[in-house]
């Protein structure tokens, strides 16, 4: 089976830097994906990751350890529009094959 | 390019009638995805196209739901009888290759209410 755990909400004010992390348990790993989604808009694609590792992507970045089931995605110099549900979202091939399997997401509010 | 597009944006109907969700995928994207996120809960998988064959559809609640992809381009998802259980959000995404880093097209949804 698989279940991703994130935390549901976050705070954080402009400027500042956020970490929002995410584990997961899963059978037949195949990549982590990030994704933004804005209230009543589609989830966008941040970030993948398949290899241990940071990947750095403008203000955005991911890290990924296959073997603590972990993942973080940082946004740095956060800015008013970085306010939205962030998705983890893992590739099982033993669940469902290439569809991807979420987590419950995490919705971050950022203030000035 | 337009991205993937979804009809309609909000559907409510009573229990018991049936609804249709429309799905177009991103042009020439084979892969098309349908998802659903009842409230309070993460986006979860119901099925996969490849072209017009069903490629995995274990995600599928029961047989009150049935999808099509007639041709291979677009996709239609109909609830019949829709039951009270099955309000939320249905998304449909679209990707072009089936390897490692897939990344997935996704549409706005459509907001399914049941009363």
Redesign the interface.
């Known amino acids: 089976g698989q279940n991703i755990d994130q935390p549901t909400e976050m705070t954080a004010t402009e400027g500042a830097i956020v970490q929002i992390n995410c584990t997961y348990q899963t059978s037949g790993f195949n990549g982590l994906f990030w994704y933004q989604q804005h209230a009543g808009e589609a989830p966008t694609f941040l970030s993948y990751n398949v290899l241990d590792g940071l990947e750095e992507k403008g203000r955005f970045s991911s890290f990924l350890s296959r073997s603590k089931g972990y993942s973080y995605l940082l946004l740095k110099e956060l800015q008013m529009k970085d306010s939205a549900s962030y998705l983890c979202a893992v590739r099982d091939l033993t669940q469902a094959g290439t569809a991807l399997i979420f987590g419950k997401g995490t919705t971050l509010s950022v203030s000035s | 390019e337009a991205?993937?597009t979804q009809f309609p944006s909000h559907s409510v109907i009573e229990k018991g009638q049936t609804v249709t969700l429309r799905c177009d995928p991103i042009s020439g994207h084979d892969?098309l995805?349908w998802?659903r996120r009842v409230m309070?809960?993460?986006?979860?998988?119901l099925l996969?196209f490849v072209k017009e064959s069903k490629?995995?559809e274990?995600?599928m609640p029961n047989n009150r739901f049935l999808a099509e992809r007639t041709g291979g381009t677009y996709s239609t998802l109909k609830v019949q009888p829709a039951e009270l259980e099955d309000s939320g959000v249905y998304?449909c995404a679209s990707s072009q290759v089936?390897h490692?880093?897939?990344?997935?097209?996704?549409?706005?949804?459509t907001q399914l209410s049941v009363l």
């Open positions: 991205g993937v892969n995805y998802y309070g809960k993460e986006i979860k998988f996969h490629q995995d274990s995600g998304f089936t490692g880093d897939e990344k997935l097209f996704f549409g706005s949804g």
